[in-house]
């Protein structure tokens, strides 16, 4: 896999004051930026290619990969009209859908789980997509059959043994691309649940989880370690 796109169009609303003159892919992060930090961590495990689209502040983020040069070939899609997880991921298709399957993630998710494991999982089941989930509290949950397939969405405030956290990080096949959708505002996982494909989930069981778009959750993972 040489390929990754970072979702990075978001307005970043959960970190107000900083996001009100600056996208949520640049706030400070770790001795760098958010979206820095990400594309180290694709580096790391060698990724060629990184496409990002952008929507707030879009011409900040394509003047920071102008001025700084990443050892990778990044690919800004600045998105007239913001399009969600799901139309970021399908309006990059001259980008992706010559690979046969991708990773996407979010530009604030920060985890020390090893995406490497997530790959060999994808490699090995070869589904439409593989999430990397997880037994924690949120307010949306994924429900998943016995077998790990994807079965729906759940607003519950009981965690359920069926019912896991999405953490962001997914790999999904280059069919995505065969359904022409419009293009337009989508959730990823309403495309999924809409094709009914087999879409799975992969448990990162303990691994550290922090949602760097909430400004209390910053200093937590600042001292948390790589």
């Given at each position: 896999?040489n ?13 107000k004051?900083i996001t009100d ?8 992060f770790k001795?760098?930026?958010m ?14 290619e990184?496409i990002?689209?952008?929507h ?8 920071y990969?102008?001025?700084i ?5 990044i690919v ?5 009209d913001i399009l969600?997880t799901?139309g970021?991921?399908l309006?990059?298709?001259?980008y992706?859908q010559?690979e046969?399957?991708?990773?996407v993630?979010?530009?604030d998710v920060?985890?020390?789980?090893n ?14 997509a593989?999430?990397?989930v997880?037994?924690?509290k949120t307010?949306r949950?994924l429900?998943?059959d016995s ?6 969405r759940?607003?519950s405030?009981v965690?359920e ?14 069919d995505?691309?065969s359904a022409?959708y ?5 959730d990823i996982?309403?495309?999924y ?8 989930g992969?448990d ?9 778009g ?8 600042e001292?948390s370690?790589?």
């Open positions: 896999m390929k990754a796109m970072i979702l990075a169009a978001g307005y970043g609303t959960r970190l004051p003159s600056t996208p949520k892919a640049l706030v400070p001795n760098g930026t979206i820095s930090y990400q594309i180290e961590k694709l580096k790391s495990i060698g990724i060629k990184i990002v689209n952008a707030h502040f879009s011409e900040r983020l394509i003047k990969f102008q001025e040069d990443f050892g990778v070939k800004v899609i600045a998105e007239e969600g799901g970021g991921v309006n990059a298709k001259e992706l010559s046969d399957y991708f990773l993630l979010n530009v920060f985890t020390n789980f995406i490497e494991l997530l790959i060999r999982e994808y490699e090995s089941t070869k589904p439409f593989l999430l990397a997880q037994k924690r307010s949950y429900e998943f077998n790990f397939h994807l079965k729906g759940v607003k405030d965690m043994e069926n019912y896991f956290a999405f953490n962001g990080m997914h790999i999904i096949s280059n995505i691309f022409n419009k293009n337009d505002y989508k996982l309403d495309v649940l809409e094709e009914k494909k087999h879409v799975k992969f990162v069981l303990d691994s550290v989880f922090i949602d760097l909430k400004t209390e959750n910053l200093k937590q993972a001292e370690g790589d």
